[in-house]
Each structure stands twice: as structure tokens, then as C-alpha cells.
């Protein structure tokens, strides 16, 4: 079965960091890029970032450029972000996304994490 | 940036009807690289459509997608009862790979 579970979610104050993680399983995880994508409670979707299969290939929101990183270890099958700097506009679900391709973009977003969330609140 | 906006925000039809989404981009899109989500409550979303026109694994051939350059549209043929959830478009030609602000069909 193809899964994608996220890990690391928690409560942080403004200026904080976190570190968020997502486990694969189910599929050649370096087969195809990945992403993040968060969603506000009762919000819509915003993307965040993404990484291509080999990691060379990174690209992120501006609204979190030089304050998240993203990477992956394709030995273990995971996908993690560094949130650096953490705004209370952070605050969301944070959803682990397999694309159907290996560019960081040009491909739709097939699997979903169910997501973890990031409190980021003094 | 490509923003995607979709319209109606809300669409109320009954079991039976036939749902129409649209979405239009604020800049010419290849088609290749627009899709379709649907979100339940309390669940991930999932991918519906993808290529404009293309279904992805296991969705009903209800659902179907079209359009090219600047507008594209989401059809559900006869809605069923589980199809009432918020919709959601996506670019990924460009860099942010931006969603639509999403429609609630109920």
C-alpha cells in the first residue's frame, strides 16, 4: 500500500523552530519528486515546497523562501522540512505529497499525507 | 506567479444533477499541468484529475475534466452523495504551484 505519514508536528512560539517529517512506504520513493503543501483549518490549499528526485532540483513559496528547508533521504524513504523562524501565519496542517513525476514540478500531486499539524503560538 | 481562480465558490445542486466547476488561470496554461482535487471533511485531499482531462487511479468516469489555455472545467455528470466536498484546481507548470481558493459543492 502506498502511505505517506507525517511526523513532528507540535506546538512552537513565534521565532521558534520545528522540524517536520515524512515517512514512505509503498512505492520508489526516488522515483518521484515531493512536496509540502499546507492548509489553515477550514482554509484552502498553499503550496510550500518541493524537491525532485535526487534533491538537486528544490523550490519553495515565496512566503516561506529562506526560513524553511526541505530535503529528503532517499536511502530512508523520507522527506523532511526544516521550519526556521516560525510566524504565527504558519500555523497549519502540513501535508507530505507525492508527485506522479520526478521534476519538481510539471506533475500533479497523486498521494497525501494525513497531515500534521504545526501550532506556532506564545 | 499563475493565480487560479475558481468560480462558483459555492455550488448548492441535489443528488442527480450534473455539477460544473470552472477555473480559470491568470495566464495561459498548458493543459499537461492542471488538476483536480476533491477534500472531504477531515480528510487529505485527493487527486481527481490531472492533465486537465486525465483520471487518476480508481475515479469514477462521472468526474471529468476539460478546457485549455486560460479556462478549464471540472464536470460531474449525475452527482452522488459522496461528491458533495470542497474542489480544488492546481497549476504545476510554474513555480509557486498554485492552488485555487477551492469550491464547496453542497
Known amino acids: 500500500e502506498v502511505q505517506l505519514v507525517e511526523s513532528g508536528g507540535g506546538l512552537v512560539q513565534p521565532g521558534g523552530s520545528l522540524r517536520i517529517s515524512c515517512a514512505a512506504s509503498g512505492f520508489t520513493f526516488d522515483d518521484f519528486a515531493m512536496h509540502w503543501v499546507r492548509q489553515v483549518p477550514g482554509k484552502g490549499l498553499e503550496w510550500v515546497s518541493g524537491i525532485n528526485w535526487n534533491g538537486e532540483r528544490i523550490a519553495y513559496a515565496d512566503s516561506v523562501k529562506g526560513r524553511f528547508t526541505i530535503s529528503r533521504d532517499n536511502g530512508k524513504n523520507s522527506l523532511d522540512l526544516q521550519m526556521n523562524r516560525l510566524r504565527p501565519e504558519d500555523m497549519a496542517f502540513y501535508y507530505c505529497v507525492k508527485a506522479k513525476g520526478i521534476a519538481v514540478g510539471l506533475s500533479a500531486f497523486d498521494i497525501w499525507g494525513q497531515g500534521t499539524r504545526v501550532t506556532v503560538s506564545s | 506567479e499563475i493565480v487560479l481562480t475558481q468560480s462558483p465558490g459555492t455550488l448548492s445542486l441535489s443528488p442527480g444533477e450534473r455539477a460544473t466547476l470552472s477555473c480559470r488561470a491568470s495566464?495561459?496554461?498548458?493543459?499537461?499541468?492542471l488538476a483536480w482535487y476533491q477534500q472531504k471533511p477531515d480528510h487529505s485531499p485527493r487527486l481527481l484529475i490531472y492533465?486537465?482531462?486525465s483520471r487518476a487511479s480508481g475515479i469514477p468516469d462521472r468526474f471529468s475534466g476539460s478546457g485549455s489555455g486560460t479556462d478549464f472545467t471540472l464536470t460531474i455528470s449525475s452527482l452522488e452523495p459522496e461528491d458533495f466536498a470542497v474542489y480544488y484546481c492546481?497549476?504545476?507548470?510554474?513555480?509557486?504551484?498554485?492552488f485555487g481558493q477551492g469550491t464547496k459543492l453542497e
Open positions: 492546481q497549476q504545476c507548470a510554474r513555480s509557486p504551484y498554485s
Open positions: 492533465g486537465a482531462s
Open positions: 495566464q495561459s496554461l498548458d493543459s499537461s499541468y
